[in-house]
């Protein structure tokens, strides 16, 4: 079984920035891909980055590129996704999400986070 839990969404201000943590536990003994993705309310879920386990390959949305940077460390089984310039745009709970072997960086993925809900004011 595989668990994940994402921390370190809130309310912050437009141009502001924030980092959000996703930490794997369970079965932990096998690479995991993995991707970050965000829903806003009315909205369907969206994909908003994701990383190969070996960090080789990463992939943003048009809509996040050179403002988000999506990073792990697997020593901690842990993913991070550094969001700058904020915009009231990016409000949305944020997920995580792990698999071996996703079919592409969008998806799909075997495994979710509760989510973690980032406001940003303007």
């Known amino acids: 079984q595989v668990q994940l839990a994402e921390s370190g969404g809130e309310l912050v201000q437009a141009g502001g920035s924030l980092r959000l943590s996703c930490v794997l536990s369970?079965?932990?003994?096998?690479?995991?891909?993995m991707g970050w993705f965000r829903q806003a309310p009315g909205k369907e879920r969206e994909f908003v980055a994701s990383?190969?386990?070996?960090?080789?390959?990463?992939h943003y949305a048009d809509s996040v590129k050179g403002r988000f940077t999506i990073s792990g460390d697997n020593g901690q089984r842990a993913w991070y996704l550094q969001m700058n310039s904020l915009k009231p745009e990016d409000t949305a709970v944020y997920y995580c999400?792990?698999?071996?072997?996703?079919?592409?960086?969008?998806?799909?993925?075997?495994?979710w986070g509760q989510g973690t809900q980032v406001t940003v004011s303007s």
């Open positions: 999400a792990a698999d071996l072997a996703p079919k592409s960086p969008m998806g799909p993925y075997n495994y």
């Open positions: 369970g079965r932990t003994v096998s690479r995991y891909a």
């Open positions: 990383i190969s386990w070996t960090g080789g390959s990463v």
